[in-house]
């Protein structure tokens, strides 16, 4: 069984890599982005969230 | 006072008085190896923010970025995804590294080898891969401040030997204080470079285009499909945007100053918070350099080559007053001459202990210190040796040291996740690595649009993974607390 953490983990990794040819494309532009690059820099920005949600399930903080 | 002079004064004040800052905060000048290369193990959340942020984005970051988004568009958003992927394989592998730095006295990558693989060979091997890695990684920081220094100066001079004198006086410095130093200089230099790139990619999108949105616009009208990947296995495509991610994500913790980094952290958690908040900052800096690449794009179209890593900063000279090119220059300085000291203190703290030490010469505390203090020196020389006779192969080079560095993370994440690796397995898969990613950089075959060193890294890690359970027999493999 895939433990949660490593899920977790997984999800940002993969929107960031394997997941971005299909969303490879300008529209809908969001904030005047591509939703391409728009998808890439949402997904570095919640990354950190995922980490966290990490950190408290290891009962680290 | 001439433009150039104006803006060269203010790169040379900064950089003097960074370097004053790092010795004054230093104090006392270290004679203990644990205190000289890796801080006395004692660096906080901040300390090692500077430092982990110092050493990850050098003058070929700040340059490169803004370099790929004008002359590639789309392919440049993977230099912002593989360091978000970069830190969260960090956010579990760098306090694993710590927790075996800490409990076994580690001091350099090569002694993570040793350890976990009791085999004092194998650390020999690894320190001379990763020392002869370094040092062109070391060489394309100079070729990085001559870019910067010749734009500050309006292209006036030649600035070879600046580059020479600014080298040997960051050489001294780390010389006399070694990683604790280099921490403290960083805290100006990510002052410095924040202030430069809000500056770039925010004030210069807003002046010559209104807004972000109409610059996109702009873009999107002159050169339809720059901003989307190419398909499928096509150069800079689809293929290789995924792999590359992947790749350099897994690999992005490997060079040998992230191992010291990673040493001289006061706590495990100390490294948790920076995977967590690091990729943030490194995020906004990546978006707004990538702005300022793209205003450049249209505001001085035409740029090839090395003049494209350089045109945000040519849109800064024509542009702007001397005082502000001089500080943009300043910061782009402190960015190639502070990683460049990191690099000095691991590439020397190595060779030193493990090539120079398994052979009988400076064992002890202090002549260790000494030992690499004076390699410092010598790798500095070589560096600007090397820079000076092939300054055309730099990127090249590069590629090599990337695609070589991340050939070591197959192994490392395998003592911690499986058992049943041996020090034959390791071996073997890094030794089919690193030659593959040699070959494979410079032969320029297609691969279907896949990253070379994506190759290599997979087939190191069938090879370790073969091998291993070939000769599991042969040697029980070292485990240490996981």
Request: proline share 5%.
């Amino acid at each position: 069984m895939v433990s949660l953490r490593a899920t977790l983990a997984a999800i940002p990794i993969a929107a960031l890599s394997v997941a971005v040819p299909l969303v490879n494309q300008v529209e809908p532009r969001v904030f005047g982005l591509p939703f391409v690059m728009f998808w890439i820099v949402a997904w570095g920005f919640a990354a950190p969230v995922f980490l966290w949600a990490i950190g408290r399930l290891e009962r680290r903080w | 006072m001439s433009g150039a002079a104006i803006a060269l004064t203010i790169v040379v004040a900064v950089v003097a008085g960074t370097i004053a800052f790092g010795l004054w905060s230093v104090r006392s000048i270290p004679k203990d190896p644990v205190q000289y290369i890796v801080g006395g193990r004692s660096f906080g959340t901040i300390l090692l923010w500077v430092l982990l942020a110092g050493e990850i984005y050098t003058s070929f970051t700040f340059l490169g970025m803004a370099g790929w988004a004008y002359g590639r568009g789309a392919p440049a958003y993977y230099i912002f995804a593989y360091g978000v992927v970069g830190y969260i394989v960090g956010y579990f592998l760098l306090p694993a590294i710590a927790r075996v730095g800490k409990e076994r006295g580690l001091l350099t990558a090569p002694d993570f080898f040793v350890e976990r693989f009791g085999s004092r060979a194998l650390g020999v091997g690894v320190a001379i891969c990763q020392f002869v890695l370094l040092v062109p990684y070391v060489t394309l920081q100079l070729s990085g401040l001559q870019h910067i220094l010749q734009i500050a100066g309006y292209g006036a001079y030649d600035a070879t030997a600046a580059v020479g004198i600014a080298f040997l006086f960051v050489a001294l410095f780390v010389f006399t204080t070694g990683l604790r130093g280099t921490a403290w200089a960083s805290v100006i230099k990510d002052v410095l470079v924040l202030g430069a790139v809000l500056f770039a990619g925010i004030a210069i999108p807003i002046q010559f285009f209104g807004s972000h949105a109409t610059l996109i616009d702009q873009v999107l009208r002159r050169h339809p499909g720059f901003l989307t990947l190419r398909p499928g296995t096509a150069p800079n495509g689809a293929i290789w945007y995924v792999t590359t991610v992947l790749f350099t994500g897994v690999g992005f913790f490997m060079g040998p100053q992230s191992f010291n980094a990673a040493y001289s952290a006061r706590s495990e958690n100390t490294l948790r918070r920076n995977a967590i908040f690091l990729p943030i900052y490194a995020g906004v800096v990546l978006l707004l350099v990538f702005f300022a690449g793209l205003s450049a794009l249209l505001i001085v179209p035409g740029l090839t080559g090395p003049n494209a890593d350089q045109s945000f900063l040519l849109v800064v000279q024509r542009y702007y007053p001397p005082w502000v090119i001089g500080f943009v220059a300043a910061a782009g300085a402190l960015a190639a001459l502070i990683p460049a000291s990191a690099l000095l203190l691991a590439a020397a703290s190595l060779f030193a202990k493990n090539v120079l030490g398994e052979f009988g010469i400076a064992t002890t505390d202090a002549s260790r210190t000494l030992a690499t203090r004076v390699l410092v020196l010598i790798v500095a020389g070589a560096a600007v040796v090397l820079w000076i006779l092939q300054p055309r192969t730099l990127v090249e080079l590069l590629l090599i040291y990337y695609n070589g560095v991340a050939q070591f993370a197959p192994a490392t994440i395998a003592t911690f996740v499986w058992r049943r690796i041996t020090v034959w397995g390791a071996a073997a898969g890094m030794g089919a690595g690193l030659i593959l990613a040699v070959v494979l950089s410079n032969a320029n075959l297609p691969l279907w649009g896949i990253n070379p060193g994506f190759v290599a890294m997979a087939v190191n890690a069938v090879v370790l993974v073969v091998v291993s359970l070939l000769t599991a027999k042969i040697k029980e493999p070292a485990t240490a607390s996981s």
